[in-house]
């Protein structure tokens, strides 16, 4: 009887620097998990990451060889003694990373210059893969591993609930402390805020010594703010209606988040909407459709 492999964790490159700070976090995370680590620079033509205008294809082709060489000595040198592997594939980058998300442990990506954009762009690799991956996602922030706890964000949607237990998963095998915070808008509403971190806990079982965080303002910038003290943000990618892929405050983790996130899905393999594109807050008319035909829209809240 053939064993099969273990899942890998798969790190998607771009030649950036942002995918070399992806590959290092990927690196750890694959030693840690006792897990392969597979790079994968998808090659697409004529291709948009090449200097070449317009692009010579041999030239292209061997600027994307030097992009996964370099990344594969990148992990090795971070991480010594890690399993890696380079992949240089051809096809689109968004299709090819969530067909990998399939199978994969964990995804690990870049943060696309994310920061700096107005919004968030609906053609980014970035947006596709956390609002529709097969797995959990992580978004690398920073050059150094960041110090501190484990942070996870609960709202008392199904969503957030499956971050809680990955969370608790992840502190117990790393030996770390866990901290799990809700946000309220208002003080008056700081009751209910305990009740709903209360019932969160006890819906997780097994799980002691997390300390809770009861934060009061608006969630998107307070959750941001929180993450400047964390080792990594783990949430949820929507909201507590589950009308998207992609909540409004999850974009505002995935542009502006202190730390790592790890975006945590419900979705399984087989379930979920197809290959299209995720539109951003701002493009939903133009895209003109909704999740069911294709489209993930990004509006609602993933996190209160």
């Given at each position: 009887?053939?064993?099969?492999?273990?899942?890998?964790?798969?790190?998607?490159?771009?030649?950036?620097?942002?995918?070399?700070?992806?590959?290092r976090l990927g690196a750890r995370e694959a030693m840690a998990r006792g897990r392969p680590l597979r790079i994968?620079?998808?090659?697409?033509?004529?291709?948009?990451?090449?200097?070449?205008?317009?692009?010579?294809?041999?030239?292209?082709?061997?600027?994307?060889?030097?992009?996964?060489?370099?990344?594969?000595?990148?992990?090795?040198?971070?991480?010594?003694?890690?399993?890696?592997?380079?992949?240089?594939?051809?096809?689109?980058?968004?299709?090819?990373?969530l067909r990998r998300s399939r199978t994969a442990e964990l995804l690990v990506l870049g943060d696309d210059d994310l920061t700096t954009a107005p919004g968030l762009p609906p053609d980014s690799v970035a947006v596709q893969a956390v609002a529709r991956a097969r797995c959990p996602v992580v978004v690398a922030r920073g050059v150094r591993p960041p110090s501190g706890p484990l942070l996870v964000a609960v709202d008392g949607s199904p969503a957030s609930l499956q971050a809680l237990r990955l969370a608790a998963g992840e502190a117990g095998r790393r030996e770390l402390a866990l901290e799990v915070a809700h946000?309220?808008?208002?003080?008056?509403?700081?009751?209910?805020?305990?009740?709903?971190?209360?019932?969160?806990?006890?819906?997780?079982?097994?799980?002691?010594?997390?300390?809770?965080?009861?934060?009061?303002?608006?969630?998107?910038?307070?959750?941001?703010?929180?993450?400047?003290?964390?080792?990594?943000?783990?949430?949820?990618?929507?909201?507590?209606?589950?009308?998207?892929?992609?909540?409004?405050?999850?974009?505002?983790?995935?542009?502006?988040?202190?730390?790592?996130?790890?975006?945590?899905?419900?979705?399984t393999a087989g379930q979920g909407p197809g290959d299209g594109t995720a539109a951003g807050p701002g493009n939903r008319t133009a895209a003109g459709k909704g999740p069911g035909n294709g489209t993930v829209r990004t509006a609602g809240a993933l996190t209160s």
């Open positions: 009887m053939q064993i099969p492999a273990p899942a890998p964790v798969v790190v998607g490159v771009s030649g950036t620097a942002a995918g070399l700070a992806a590959t994968v620079h998808v090659f697409a033509w004529p291709g948009r990451h090449y200097s070449d205008d317009p692009p010579d294809y041999c030239s292209a082709r061997r600027e994307a060889d030097l992009i996964v060489r370099e990344a594969v000595a990148t992990a090795s040198r971070s991480v010594p003694g890690v399993r890696v592997e380079g992949v240089l594939v051809d096809g689109q980058p968004v299709r090819e990373l946000v309220v808008g208002r003080p008056e509403q700081e009751p209910a805020g305990r009740r709903l971190l209360e019932n969160a806990i006890a819906g997780v079982p097994g799980l002691t010594g997390a300390r809770t965080r009861l934060l009061v303002g608006d969630p998107a910038p307070t959750l941001v703010r929180a993450s400047r003290r964390a080792r990594m943000m783990i949430v949820g990618p929507r909201g507590t209606d589950g009308s998207s892929l992609l909540g409004v405050v999850a974009g505002e983790l995935l542009r502006h988040c202190a730390c790592p996130t790890l975006f945590v899905h419900g979705t």
